[in-house]
């Protein structure tokens, strides 16, 4: 049984930082795309970053560049996400997904589609204060 399992959300001002984790089990991350959602409240889940680790390809939404990055340590089967220079506007729930077919890059096209991943995290908030 594939789980994903967040944590290190909290509330920061802003201009502070975040590190973001997703330990996996049941699944080897290293062999999926995996990818960092978030979703505000009223609004869409949008894709905030993706890796795929056999291809070393990432991919980011435009607003987080330069912020954020998206890591893994395939020893530990966890995904990361470190936030740095962070603003209101990242305010949200942040969620961990995976895809379902192995071996794939995450596609620069369709990285944040949200419909392309099969297993999802409970999420964990993050709220920045201005």
């Known amino acids: 049984q594939v789980k994903l399992v967040e944590s290190g959300g909290g509330s920061v001002q802003a201009g502070g930082s975040l590190s973001l984790s997703c330990a996996a089990s049941?699944?080897?991350?290293?062999?999926?795309?995996m990818g960092w959602f978030r979703q505000a409240p009223g609004k869409e889940r949008e894709g905030v970053a993706a890796m795929y680790s056999g291809g070393g390809s990432t991919y980011y939404n435009d607003s987080v560049k330069g912020r954020f990055t998206i890591s893994q340590d395939n020893a530990k089967n966890t995904l990361y996400l470190q936030m740095n220079s962070l603003e209101p506007e990242d305010t949200g729930m942040y969620y961990c997904?995976?895809?379902?077919?192995?071996?794939?890059?995450?596609?620069?096209?369709?990285?944040?589609?949200?419909?392309?991943?099969?297993?999802w995290g409970q999420g964990t908030q993050v709220t920045v204060s201005s």
């Open positions: 997904a995976g895809r379902f077919f192995a071996g794939k890059d995450c596609g620069a096209g369709y990285w944040n589609r949200k419909s392309t991943f099969t297993y």
């Open positions: 049941g699944y080897t991350i290293s062999s999926y795309c």
